[in-house]
């Protein structure tokens, strides 16, 4: 009886201390921590958990914006991170700034895999800018002119495998054909071979391997916070899953192999790398996970948005024709259109910024860590190891910066007066500053000539299935369903 007693005194007892230890930290978060001065939901303001369910439901650009209209441009959404949303944010946070010390990238954000090698966009400061400094030889302007037959053989492989499928009449799922070209673009530019979707009308396995990743990612993300359930859950990994990892990385470990005896000079993405990779002291490892997230970075996120100003347009059938008339004006032959022409296209540039605006392929903020001195944002003061964040998709949703802004009006892009105040800098899709995005002259290139080739071949009409395609949910990349398209020949 005494016993019982006294393993029922000592359960109460560490009830009673835990209870006193939560109440306290909600006190604490809500009233006196740091933060405590800046607006946003009670529950967040308390804890991490909203954040995370948000996260991983696939909401959270949806949310913020919500939150943004009602508690303004700065807003706390979690104990220890503020979110931003106004065009001076991205020089304050991102921008350069000389003699200070940079926003670092959050650790919980790009190191949520423990023990994985670093690459170009999570390496430190120093690190980062020596490997910038190689890999922008791949995206130079000499390099694009140099790389083009490749970029425009898979082009041509795109049509040509278009048109065989359209001939059926039935509906071609052009989500998933933009996906298949711009994966085995970028797969030759950063391995030096396609993954061989084109000619097989198929994702590669070792692509589904990293769809796969990135699901689970955002997970490992939010459990970073939670470091004994993150141990775990990875504890609980099924032999089959780890046997899946293991081989992922010996195929990819062959494909960086299998580059490094190509030839010297290749223009590609790899090649400076390679050409300094005993200065820079690179492993096997390092090269492979700078190529996987050059491949990360240059497939999905331009199919995503090709497969977004698609669906915008033909939801949109003003602005297609007017793009149609602009195409088969100055083309008389698709032999004509290439990297260099397409840049007398205007209109069908302020579409495509039109769709970043509305369908951006980044829809969340990329956190970065206040430095230790503290910083100043927006003339606010944020004190040191805060958490700072600028979430696109709602960033471009808000009716200060845009008028009209959930309709797709291409002409805000081109002076039309309608759209005066609109708040053109804000829109950052590469974001801005030291860490901007490799991939931005790339980007536009491949989605300018594909669209390019497309419209001047095809008239397209969405699939009455498809009407609703753009109500997705979020993991950092978008939830893509099938886009659906009728195609006739021209």
């Given at each position: 009886m005494g016993i019982f007693f006294n393993v029922q005194q000592v359960l109460l007892t560490g009830l009673f201390t835990a209870i006193l230890y939560l109440a306290s930290k909600v006190i604490y978060n809500v009233y006196f921590h740091p933060l405590s001065r800046f607006p946003g939901p009670l529950e967040h303001k308390i804890s991490r958990l909203p954040y995370v369910y948000r996260s991983i439901r696939g909401t959270l650009p949806f949310d913020m914006l919500e939150m943004h209209q009602?508690?303004?441009?700065?807003?706390?959404?979690?104990?220890?991170?503020?979110?931003?949303?106004?065009?001076?944010?991205?020089?304050?946070?991102?921008?350069?700034?000389?003699g200070k010390t940079e926003?670092?990238?959050?650790?919980?954000?790009?190191?949520?895999?423990?023990?994985?090698?670093?690459?170009?966009?999570?390496?430190t400061r120093e690190q980062h800018g020596r490997l910038r400094r190689q890999m922008a030889h791949g995206f130079s302007e000499k390099a694009m002119r140099e790389q083009e037959p490749m970029i425009?053989?898979?082009?041509?492989?795109l049509l040509y495998r278009l048109h065989e499928f359209c001939e059926s009449g039935s509906p071609v799922i052009l989500s998933d054909w933009y996906n298949y070209t711009t994966f085995d673009i970028i797969g030759d530019l950063a391995f030096g071979e396609p993954f061989g979707c084109l000619q097989g009308s198929n994702l590669d396995g070792w692509i589904k391997g990293i769809f796969d990743a990135g699901r689970l990612g955002i997970i490992l993300q939010a459990l970073s916070f939670y470091p004994l359930v993150k141990r775990t859950l990875l504890s609980m990994v099924p032999a089959s899953m780890q046997e899946a990892h293991e081989k992922h990385k010996q195929l990819t470990e062959q494909k960086m192999m299998r580059r490094i005896e190509k030839e010297e000079g290749r223009p590609d993405l790899i090649e400076g790398l390679l050409r300094k990779r005993e200065e820079l002291n690179l492993s096997i490892e390092e090269l492979v996970a700078n190529a996987e997230i050059l491949i990360i970075g240059g497939s999905e996120t331009t199919a995503s948005l090709l497969s977004g100003v698609t669906y915008l347009l033909l939801t949109n059938r003003t602005a297609y024709q007017k793009l149609k008339e602009e195409v088969r004006t100055v083309f008389q032959s698709q032999e004509e259109i290439n990297l260099i022409s397409v840049n007398m296209l205007p209109y069908m540039l302020a579409c495509l910024d039109e769709a970043m605006r509305m369908y951006p392929p980044i829809a969340n903020g990329l956190p970065r860590?206040?430095?230790?001195a503290g910083a100043e944002v927006l003339g606010e003061y944020i004190p040191a190891n805060t958490f700072v964040s600028i979430h696109q998709w709602a960033l471009y949703r808000r009716e200060e910066y845009f008028k009209d802004?959930?309709?797709?009006?291409?002409?805000?892009?081109?002076?039309?007066p309608s759209f005066a105040d609109d708040r053109r800098e804000v829109l950052q899709p590469f974001h801005?500053?030291?860490?901007?995005?490799?991939?931005?002259n790339l980007a536009y290139?491949?989605?300018?000539?594909?669209?390019?080739l497309i419209i001047f071949n095809f008239d397209m009409e969405i699939a009455d299935e498809a009407i609703d395609w753009i109500k997705q949910r979020n993991f950092l990349m978008w939830e893509k369903?099938?886009?659906?398209?009728?195609?006739?020949?021209v």
């Open positions: 009602q508690y303004g441009n700065i807003v706390r959404i979690a104990p220890d991170e503020l979110a931003f949303s106004h065009p001076d944010a991205w020089q304050d946070i991102m921008g350069h700034h000389k926003f670092s990238k959050a650790d919980w954000f790009y190191h949520a895999v423990e023990d994985q090698p670093s690459h170009v966009v999570n390496e425009r053989g898979y082009a041509d492989m860590v206040c430095p230790e802004p959930n309709t797709y009006h291409p002409e805000r892009f081109l002076g039309d801005t500053g030291p860490r901007n995005c490799l991939g931005r290139s491949e989605m300018r000539l594909i669209l390019a369903g099938p886009l659906k398209v009728h195609l006739t020949r």
